[in-house]
């Protein structure tokens, strides 16, 4: 008999494309069915048939409190009495904005949006209109959204589907868009060499989160600084997965590196759809309605995810220091499994961040990522949700520890991901 999810994920293939509404939910990395959830709360989620996982994707990064925290649900449930949306300021807004700047000193000024995806699509429209110039640098594997001139050797889905680059995006955008490999200066100034007055920004992920997880070498982030300011370019951190995660001010309060601009997004909302971007305000001040550079959205700043509550709670009960404690018993578990089974794998975190490479290390940068056994992944993948815990089902990802996560959920992963490397 097929179960109820499979059943839904046969209709779902007929009405929408590929069955899912984002790519790498599809489980085709792994060569499989995704299944669908009923319900989740907490450190677990529960599947339309019944089966209960711990869960280490968390929406892909925003529940850092776990699935439906009571302050994020009564605070939602409280806005919505009010109204879902207006279309006009409330107050809500301005709270937000006010914690955004306090958190991140590198923000004067700030902007609410619905996505990511949009946050980074605006700063690159507001360094090109400050600047007067049109070519940016990304690099090779950091993932900015689905923004044409960003999907250049991206990661993500892009890169867990094969595809980093995409149909549809016009070549003079391409054109316009230097992707470098993460860690390489040498690159970078030579760049700036051969586009003299020409580049408008330089954006990355501080710490890379969609090509699996690696990190900036001693140095690296420190130098792109002072590259940007040499040459009149703006430097953009992309943190909406880092922002408010890895630290209370994100990658930028860890490696003290201040961008010009930063986009924003996942835990703000906790779970609803959110983002922002800010920056110093003489170039946030180049937006509509003050200047020139337009940007706009109906449900940007809206009071349901304004509400979220989730920073404020995070500040409470000092959840940082919680997902360090958390973090930091899963790599002694992940390391001891990883020992035990004696294959090449490389294990990397921060805070409460982490990936499983299959492939020896060192990984710096998308090509050493890329290194990695995609049929072992996925073996291992298909043995730990057999077991019940759930890792994302990509090579490629990042996985996530909430504040809901308990030291007796770590240590039933910790023995799922032994058992699971031991079939392998």
């Known amino acids: 008999m097929a179960s109820r999810s499979s059943e839904l994920f046969h209709t779902a293939q007929k009405r929408i494309p590929g069955g899912v509404n984002s790519p790498v939910r599809a489980f085709r990395h792994v060569g499989a069915e995704p299944f669908f959830v009923e319900r989740a709360e907490g450190a677990k989620v529960r599947d339309v048939d019944g089966n209960e996982y711990i869960d280490y994707v968390g929406s892909w990064g925003p529940a850092i409190l776990g699935h439906a925290p009571k302050v994020v649900v009564d605070a939602v449930r409280e806005a919505t009495a009010r109204g879902l949306s207006f279309g006009i300021p409330n107050p809500l807004e301005v709270e937000m904005a006010e914690l955004i700047c306090k958190w991140m000193p590198s923000i004067e000024k700030v902007r609410m949006v619905n996505s990511g995806t949009e946050a980074t699509m605006s700063c690159i429209r507001l360094a090109r209109g400050f600047t007067g110039r049109d070519k940016i640098i990304k690099f090779d594997g950091c993932y900015h959204g689905h923004v044409d001139a960003l999907l250049v050797k991206s990661g993500s889905g892009a890169l867990t589907h094969g595809q980093p680059n995409s149909s549809g995006v016009p070549q003079g955008f391409v054109d316009l868009t230097i992707s470098l490999p993460f860690n390489d200066v040498h690159l970078v100034r030579k760049a700036f060499r051969g586009n003299r007055n020409q580049v408008a920004a330089v954006i990355l992920e501080p710490i890379p989160a969609n090509a699996g997880l690696y990190f900036p070498e001693e140095s690296f982030l420190s130098i792109l600084r002072e590259e940007c300011t040499s040459h009149g370019a703006?430097?953009?951190?992309?943190?909406?997965?880092?922002?408010?995660?890895?630290?209370?001010?994100?990658?930028?309060?860890?490696?003290?590196?201040?961008?010009?601009?930063?986009?924003?997004?996942?835990?703000?909302?906790?779970?609803?759809?959110?983002?922002?971007?800010?920056?110093?305000?003489?170039?946030?001040?180049?937006?509509s309605p003050d200047g020139p550079v337009y940007q706009a959205g109906t449900l940007s700043g809206n009071p349901l995810a304004m509400a979220a509550a989730q920073l404020r709670e995070l500040e409470r009960i000092n959840g940082w220091k919680l997902l360090e404690e958390?973090?930091?018993?899963?790599?002694?578990?992940?390391?001891?499994?990883?020992?035990?089974?004696?294959?090449?794998i490389t294990f990397h975190r921060i805070g409460s961040m982490f990936c499983l490479f299959f492939a020896p290390g060192p990984i710096v940068d998308l090509s050493s990522a890329k290194r990695s056994d995609l049929k072992m992944f996925a073996k291992f993948f298909h043995a730990c949700l057999k077991r019940g815990v759930y890792f994302a089902p990509s090579q490629f990802e990042t996985g996530f520890i909430s504040t809901a996560h308990t030291r007796e959920n770590i240590e039933c992963t910790g023995a799922v991901m032994r058992e699971a490397l031991e079939t392998l």
């Open 326 to 344: 958390l973090g930091a018993q899963f790599e002694q578990l992940a390391r001891e499994a990883i020992a035990h089974a004696r294959i090449g």
């Open 234 to 287: 703006l430097l953009v951190f992309d943190e909406v997965m880092t922002g408010f995660r890895v630290a209370r001010g994100g990658a930028q309060e860890i490696y003290r590196i201040k961008p010009d601009l930063t986009a924003l997004g996942k835990v703000i909302g906790g779970g609803l759809p959110v983002g922002a971007f800010g920056g110093r305000a003489e170039i946030m001040d180049q937006l």
